[in-house]
C-alpha cells in the first residue's frame, strides 16, 4: 500500500503501509504544523477516498475464503507486480544503485512488514474487526516508545495521549477476555502487529533520507513476500485451492487498501499537513467497524465502544502533540 515524501501517519491498520503514511513515524518526532491556507477541496475529497479504501481492508480480509497468511502473500506478490514494471522502467539506475546499509534496511523493513501481516491478519480471524483494527492503530504510540529509547524525547501531550490509548486497550482487551480466550489472543496479535508496524516505520523513514519511494517500497514489498511465503511453508498454509471469488476478494484488498488508501493518503500528505492527514486516517477504525457491522453481522458488545473511544481519543492526542 503505497508512497509520499514526507514521513506522515496512518495506520494503519491496514497498517501495513509504507513508512510515508503512517501516523507513528510522525507523530513521534513531532511533525512542524500544519497548513494555514485553505485546504484543498480535491485533497481532500481524495483523503476521503483514501479512507474508504483502508476501511475496507479488515472487512475483506475477514470475508475472504482463504486462509490469512495467504492472503498476506499473494496480496504482497499482487502489488509487487503491480509495482514492478514501472519501478524498473523509471527507477532502474537508482535501484542498481542502493547502498548496502540502505538495501540492509529496506529489506529488515521488509522482514518486519511480513512480520505485521503475519500477525494482525490471523487476528481477524480471531476477534472482531473492530477490535482488531482499534489494537493495530496503536502503532504510533509504540513508535513513540521505540524513539523514546533511542533518545528521541517527545510533548507532554503525546504521552497524555499514549496512555489514554493504552487505558483504551486496556479496557478494550478485558472486554474481548469475557467474550473468550480466542478473542483476547487475536487483541494480542493485533498488538504485537501494531509493534512490527512501528519498526517498519522507523526503518522505512531512515532509508527514504536516501532512496526514493517507489524504489524503496518495491524491495520492501518484495522482501515481505518473500518473508510470507517462508512463514506459509513453514506454517503449511495453502496458497491455492479456493473459489475463484477469493482471488477477486484478494486483488480487490490490493486496489483498496493497498494502491489506492495509502497510495492517496501519501498523495495528499503535502498539501494537507501529516497532523491533518493522520489524524483523519484514524476514521479507519470506526469505519471498518461500521462496514463489518453492515456486511458482516460483527456488532460489537456495547462494552466495547467506549474502549474504541478512549483509544481514538489518545492518538488523536498524539497527532496533534506531535505537531508541536
Known sequence: MPAARPTTAAVPADTAVPADTAIGADTAVGAGPGPTHPLPTLDLLLLAVSIGGISLSGPLISATAAPA???????????????????????????????????????????????HFALWMPSLRMTSVASATALVTTTPLWTILLMRL???????????????AFAGVLVLTGVDLSLSPRALLGDALALAAGLAAAGYMLLGAE?????????????CYATTAVGLLGICLVAGTPLAGWPAGAWWQIALLMVTAQLLGHSLSSRVVRNLGPSITSTAILLETPGAALIAALWL????????????????????????????
Do not use: C, D, K
Request: hydrophobic share 60%.
Open 207 to 219: 532509508v527514504r533520507r536516501t532512496v526514493s519511494t517507489t524504489a524503496y517500497t518495491l524491495v
Open 297 to 324: 453481522g460483527q456488532w460489537p458488545p456495547v462494552a466495547a465502544y467506549p474502549a474504541v473511544v478512549l483509544i481514538l481519543l489518545g492518538l488523536v492526542l498524539v497527532a496533534r502533540g506531535g505537531r508541536r
Open 150 to 164: 533511542m533518545g528521541v524525547r517527545a510533548p507532554r501531550m503525546v504521552w497524555l495521549g499514549t496512555v489514554v
Open 69 to 115: 497468511l495467504a492472503i498476506a502473500f499473494w496480496r504482497n506478490v499482487m502489488s509487487v507486480g503491480a509495482l514492478g514494471p514501472y519501478a524498473l522502467l523509471r527507477h532502474r539506475a537508482e535501484l542498481r544503485g542502493i547502498g548496502r546499509r540502505a538495501l540492509l534496511l529496506a529489506i529488515a523493513a521488509g522482514a518486519l512488514l511480513a512480520v
